[in-house]
């Protein structure tokens, strides 16, 4: 183990990150933490930084420690007050520094210095495991769920005007919410019985489950075995009857049911959708269940033979115009609350008949996110919201499209100024 102090200067960065390499490779150090300028100039510190350090930049300024401190004989960790925005910069090899990685992403986004987001990037940058207590990690906290009209004044708007549609890098800073579990602003918690799937719309390119489906796989987490080969689904789908269980139990605002797969895929048999279904309805508790298929044709077949609760909100994901048959068969599942999310948004579409007749409640609207995102083009989601506004559907726009949207843009994003995070009205 070794003690570095940082020199200041950019220009003698080269010699301390040649001596933190150099005492790892030689297994004179363990694990050495620095936190250090979000700075890679000259080719030297690329070079160093690229082949032997894990990176981690950070959303906000970690507070000046003059003591470095360290646990158990783990961590050298030295931090030091930074100019240009900080990184974090490990160096390390082997499972033990994965396994500090592991934990320091953890520790990091539940501090709120990652966003969710970031700890998905670095989890799949790093082929870092996931907290495998819970499917899905905590984010910061989201805004309050207001029902209704949102709160905040309106001002002129320009929806489908010829002005600048580009959303404004501008942040807000986000109330706390209460209770919330999951990164996902519209839910409070996500139970995942079910784990796999299989991609079957343009939706789904960038599927963030099958991540974190072939990490869990790899640490033999139960029912994910043979879910995930070559990085892809293989259609393999795991169900865990204790999560199942949960369903019964668990007491949350909005329960978000099987985010990490699809409830009414092929290979998941009736009996199992029967199941988590009796869990749901059998819950006691004043907990929402959402569910949201694109497998809409399956969900409305089962729904003409099972009485749906109230409870339970039945939905359809329409990102583009070719999913749009998706609320054809959303017309005709028999429950209470019908919505769509339309995430990712890939391009125009046009929903409003389906707001004039009904069949939807509820509509969320959100753009891509992670590395690859697909362009939202701020016309689009504005198109979606005048047509919810006409009809008097409740609307929730989640997000822009960014590589990540709570910290690269505007969020909570809004469209005429507004905040916009409707609820259904719950029937009484
Ligand atoms: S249906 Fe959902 S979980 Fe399944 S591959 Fe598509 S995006 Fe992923």
Not at 82 to 91: A, D
Not at 285 to 308: E, H
Not at 347 to 355: F, G, N, R, T, Y
Request: net charge positive.
């Amino acid at each position: 183990m070794g003690w570095f102090n940082p020199p200041y200067t950019i220009r003698t960065w080269a010699v301390f990150l040649e001596k933190a390499a150099k005492e790892v490779a030689e297994g004179r150090a363990g694990i050495l933490v620095g936190l250090v300028p979000k700075d890679d100039s000259g080719e030297h510190i690329g070079q160093l930084f690229s082949e032997n350090a894990y990176r981690i930049e950070l959303s906000r300024q970690l507070p000046f420690f003059k003591k470095a401190t360290k646990k158990k004989g783990v961590v050298c960790a030295h931090v030091v007050e930074t100019i240009r925005g900080n990184q974090l910069v490990v160096f390390g090899k082997g499972g033990k520094t994965r396994r500090f990685l592991e934990r320091l992403v953890d520790e990091l986004h539940a501090l709120g210095f990652i966003t969710a987001d970031q700890l998905r990037h670095y989890q799949e940058q790093y082929a870092l495991a996931p907290r495998l207590q819970n499917d899905e990690p905590k984010d910061p906290p989201v805004p309050p769920a207001p029902s209704g009209p949102p709160p905040r004044s309106p001002q002129s708007g320009t929806v489908g005007g010829g002005e600048d549609t580009s959303p404004k890098p501008r942040k807000r800073k986000a109330a706390p919410a209460a209770n919330s579990k999951t990164g996902i602003a519209w839910a409070t918690e996500t139970v995942n019985p079910f784990k796999g799937c299989s991609k079957v719309s343009p939706e789904c390119k960038h599927c963030y489950a099958v991540g974190w489906a072939a990490r869990h796989q790899a640490q033999g987490s139960r029912g994910y075995a043979g879910t995930v080969k070559d990085k892809t689904f293989t259609g393999t789908i795991g169900v865990v009857p204790e999560v199942v269980d949960k369903l019964r139990l668990v007491t949350s605002e909005r329960v978000f049911v099987n985010s990490m797969s699809d409830t009414f895929h092929a290979k998941v048999s009736d009996a199992d959708v029967r199941a988590v279904f009796d869990a749901m309805t059998a819950n006691p508790s004043d907990s929402q269940f959402l569910v949201c298929t694109k497998r809409a044709d399956r969900m409305a077949a089962f729904s003409q033979g099972y009485v749906i609760p109230d409870k339970v909100w039945c939905g359809v994901t329409v990102g583009c115009r070719e999913s749009l048959h998706r609320l054809d068969d959303l017309r005709r599942v028999k429950a209470k609350i019908r919505w769509v999310s339309v995430e990712p948004l890939l391009e125009e579409i046009d929903i409003e008949p389906w707001l004039a007749d009904g069949t939807v409640n509820w509509v969320v609207v959100g753009g891509e996110s992670g590395p690859h995102h697909r362009p939202m083009d701020k016309a689009w989601a504005e198109k979606i919201a005048r047509a919810c506004q006409k009809h008097n559907v409740p609307f929730f726009f989640k997000q822009w499209s960014a590589r990540t949207p709570k910290k690269d843009v505007e969020y909570p994003p809004t469209i005429d100024g507004r905040v916009w995070q409707q609820y259904p009205v719950m029937p009484k």
